[in-house]
């Protein structure tokens, strides 16, 4: 599972990186983070919310883990499409309303717990609003979480926001 996460991170960069220029991500204090190049994804929760528990995949597809990232976030709280797509799942899953984005190429982004009006079918662009936070599942009352699969495949979303390049020094002549 670890080595699908690192080729789908290859796999998303490079995306990224090719992709023309759009709007570029949000300005904020990111002491340890690098922001993402120009043309990525935006925070689906403006201007950045603070992580409180990252994506962390099971060593095997039918092991627990935490497939996703979970933003701080209040319940009705604006949340916003953080790239283009199609809405293709609006519901409840167990006891927890969720909003599910097709972004093409693969690519599901999944928002729990979302309280949304859009109807599946519906055409959102990067930085529409797509609900407010509801309640429910483990992040009720506390935070969004953010799932995204490639292919089926759950993947960090932080991949699609931070810039986890490696830093490069350069010489100094």
């Known amino acids: 599972m ?10 998303i960069g ?3 990186l090719l992709a023309p220029a759009g709007v570029p991500p949000p300005d904020a204090d ?3 983070r690098r922001v993402a190049p120009a043309g990525a994804w935006s925070w689906p929760l403006p201007p950045v919310p603070r992580v409180v528990r990252g994506f962390d995949p099971p060593a095997q ?3 627990s883990g935490h ?17 283009g797509g199609i809405v293709s799942f609006v519901g409840t899953i167990v006891d927890r309303p969720v909003i599910v984005i097709d972004h093409g190429s693969g690519l599901l982004s999944s928002f729990e717990p979302v ?12 930085n529409d609003e797509i609900g407010m936070v509801g309640t429910g599942a483990h992040c009720d009352a506390r935070c969004l979480h953010w799932g995204l699969r490639l292919d ?10 931070i810039d986890t390049r490696p830093s490069i020094l350069l010489p100094l002549d």
């Open 14 to 16: 490079a995306v990224v």
């Open 115 to 126: 309280r949304s009006t859009l109807a599946v079918g519906a055409i959102v662009s990067t």
């Open 67 to 83: 497939r996703g990232a979970d933003l701080e976030a209040d319940p009705g709280d604006p949340v916003r499409a953080p790239a």
């Open 152 to 161: 089926g495949e759950y993947i960090d979303p932080l991949l699609t926001i």
């Open 61 to 63: 597809r039918w092991l």
């Open 2 to 11: 670890k080595i699908v996460s690192s080729l789908a991170g290859f796999m």
């Open 30 to 32: 990111m002491a340890s």
